[in-house]
């Protein structure tokens, strides 16, 4: 069984030690990340979350500890030859992050321009079906990131990670800010996508609605390490205090009964 | 790894193309040209694509598959895909309702009317930004009666923490350059005056665009420069934040918690400036009088008392607290107007020293003639 994750990891992070000056954030930890998963990756403020998915795409440089994607160990890496990786990989940042000077089109259309020689005619057509793909309608092609809302401008970040094809998909914290129906929109989204287009996604999340729709395993980060990774009904049964207080409290019941209503329409949806 | 390519045969009226190689992004810019040709001859006919021979296929080969068939036949709908293996199919299948344009840029409109819409909506914008300043004016001179009526709202330490901020700490800058301003006043002046033997008067020269005009003209910029945009940006900064609306929330109001202390503390530290501006001129004009020219400082000084009036030096100080309004004015103005975005903080920013400068210089020129009129 073990060999058999290891083989398949498209991510595997070993001994990482991440710190900014004295506060060490991360120490001694492991992950994995096996191809076409969905994995969630949640802990209390401060744990780190973030700082894991930048330390995994190459925006913060761990101090001890290596770092494989693809088999690749990125931080050994040329720069060059990270470019190549890097393309291999999107990212959706927190607020979106878009380009506020380009419009949604050019935003998606950016990265193509940059690391594929595309006549125009034909990336204008690539970045209108990904705008298609996260559900935004055609004319928000033409509009400029001010005028999206928040739910509107992570599809959009999101069209833009899509745009060269990724196997890897970084998300952090999807549905923050957007209200239950737009989340839930989003998780759809995230499922379907990562099914027809055969994605890994590696997903920050506060929410826990998200971790129940979406994530096929969740990794627990708390006391600078992953403490339980698994399937979610696995890590629940976890006596880790943080997890029975995170999974067990109000809101974690209610999420997890809620999951069982939704499943039904959800395969209808689907 | 094969670039993408594709052979067409027709077969009994039908179109047959087959593809090879890897329809992949990164290979489809090379025949995107050929293809579109191919679906303009094609319009209207049948269309096999037979993709048995596609090595590897991403959404964008999925989605020029798709187009073509759409190009050819719309009406019939016998055109198809055949051959690929099922996850490829899936891949098409999927990509399939997204296949449809969109709009990349807003709609473009004729440049001359743009160009005249430009000009309108800045002249527009120009008149009410005036008149919004002076509505600004208006109310921070009317908190300013409120705390006059009642000292103890006056914030003591904010007021004090501006006066470091704005005017202690940019004693030195105002200083050097100054002082550099009338080394070079000086050193140009003694050039063209030796011609007329005139040198000596370099000494009025240096005195009265120093004292007049340089001294505060060169605070003023500087100020504008360091301390307008700060107030600029602190306080759209916060306006970002909400806090302003935090603060209206809890009863406070922000021009008399943010502005006014800005505002005192400025015209209180421009006349220390200004003075010091002055005076560092003229010692950087003597300077340079006593070790390019032969005039000696003692000379220098004298010569200054006997034909410089007093009243030179009275102009200048006393333009400085109406610049330091103005410019405190401007920078909390905007700083009130920015809006949303970082983006606007920027510009508002930008627009700030520039307008501050505006105005200083426009106010300068009235100054001008006002004591010339005047005879002071």
């Not at chain 2, 596609?54 to 036949?73: K, Q, S, W």
Request: one cysteine or more.
């Amino acid at each position: 069984m073990t060999g058999k994750i290891e083989e398949d990891a498209i991510i595997e992070v070993e001994g990482l030690r991440t710190q900014f000056g004295e506060a060490v954030i991360h120490d001694n930890l492991d992950l994995r990340v096996r191809r076409n998963e969905i994995l969630g990756v949640v802990g209390g403020s401060g744990t780190g979350k973030s700082v894991l998915m930048r330390a995994i795409i190459g925006l913060k440089e761990p101090s001890a500890g290596t770092v494989r994607v693809f088999g690749e160990d990125f931080y050994a890496l040329k720069p060059e030859e990270r470019l190549a990786v890097e393309r291999r990989w999107g990212v959706l940042f927190q607020g979106g992050a878009l380009f506020s000077s380009m419009t949604v089109a050019q935003n998606v259309m950016a990265p193509m321009r940059e690391h594929l020689k595309l006549p125009d005619s034909l990336a204008t057509d690539i970045a209108a079906m990904k705008i298609s793909m996260v559900g935004l309608p055609p004319d928000a092609g033409a509009k400029f990131p001010s005028e999206l809302s928040g739910g509107m401008s992570k599809r959009a970040g999101l069209a833009r990670a899509l745009a060269l094809d990724p196997e890897i998909v970084f998300l952090d914290e999807p549905t923050a800010g957007l209200d239950p129906i737009g989340a839930e929109n989003f998780d759809r989204l995230i499922v379907s996508l990562k099914e027809s287009l055969g994605l890994t996604v590696f997903m920050v999340t506060h929410d826990l609605d998200t971790l129940h729709a979406t994530c096929d395993r969740v990794a627990v980060l708390a006391e600078k390490r992953v403490i339980a990774i698994g399937p979610l009904d696995e890590v629940r049964r976890s006596d880790h205090p943080w997890i029975q207080e995170y999974f067990s409290g109000p809101r974690g019941r209610a999420a997890s009964s809620a999951k069982s209503e939704r499943h039904a329409p959800r395969a209808d949806r689907d | 790894m094969q670039p993408a390519a594709f052979t067409i045969d027709l077969d009994d009226g039908t179109l047959r193309l087959k593809a090879t190689g890897d329809w992949q992004a990164r290979h489809l810019g090379a025949i995107d040209r050929e293809l579109r040709d191919f679906e303009d001859d094609a319009v209207g006919r049948e269309l096999i694509i037979d993709i048995s021979g596609v090595e590897r296929l991403d959404t964008a080969g999925a989605m020029v598959f798709e187009r073509m068939l759409r190009a050819c036949d719309a009406r019939t709908g016998a055109s198809k895909i055949v051959g690929g293996s099922p996850a490829q199919a899936t891949l098409i299948a999927n990509v399939a309702p997204h296949v449809a344009p969109c709009d990349v840029e807003p709609a473009r409109r004729n440049a001359f009317v743009m160009m005249v819409n430009r000009f309108g909506q800045g002249l527009f914008e120009g008149y009410h930004a005036a008149i919004e300043i002076l509505n600004f004016v208006g109310l921070t001179l009317t908190a300013l009666m409120r705390v006059v009526k009642e000292p103890k709202r006056l914030r003591v330490t904010s007021i004090f923490w501006h006066m470091e901020e704005a005017g202690i700490n940019a004693m030195p800058i105002v200083g050097l350059m100054s002082f550099m301003i009338g080394a070079v006043v000086a050193f140009m002046g003694a050039k063209i005056l030796r011609l007329f033997n005139a040198e000596v008067f370099t000494v009025e020269l240096v005195g009265i665009s120093v004292l007049r005009e340089f001294g505060v003209l060169l605070a003023a910029i500087l100020v504008a420069g360091r301390s307008g945009s700060a107030f600029t940006a602190s306080i759209g900064a916060m306006k970002i934040r909400e806090e302003i609306d935090a603060m209206k929330a809890l009863g406070l109001d922000p021009i008399e918690t943010l502005v006014l202390p800005r505002a005192i503390a400025l015209v209180l530290m421009m006349p220390v400036l200004t003075f010091m501006a002055s005076v560092l001129g003229v010692i950087g004009g003597g300077l340079v009088a006593a070790t390019a020219m032969d005039i000696s400082p003692a000379f220098f000084v004298g010569r200054l008392q006997e034909t410089i009036a007093l009243s030179n030096f009275w102009v200048g100080l006393i333009k400085a607290p109406f610049f330091a309004f103005v410019i405190a004015i401007i920078g909390c103005y905007q700083g009130m107007e920015v809006a949303g975005s970082s983006e606007s903080l920027g510009q508002r920013t930008t627009l700030s020293v520039v307008q501050s400068l505006f105005v200083v210089i426009i106010l300068d020129a009235f100054f001008a003639m006002f004591f010339l009129e005047i005879d002071y």
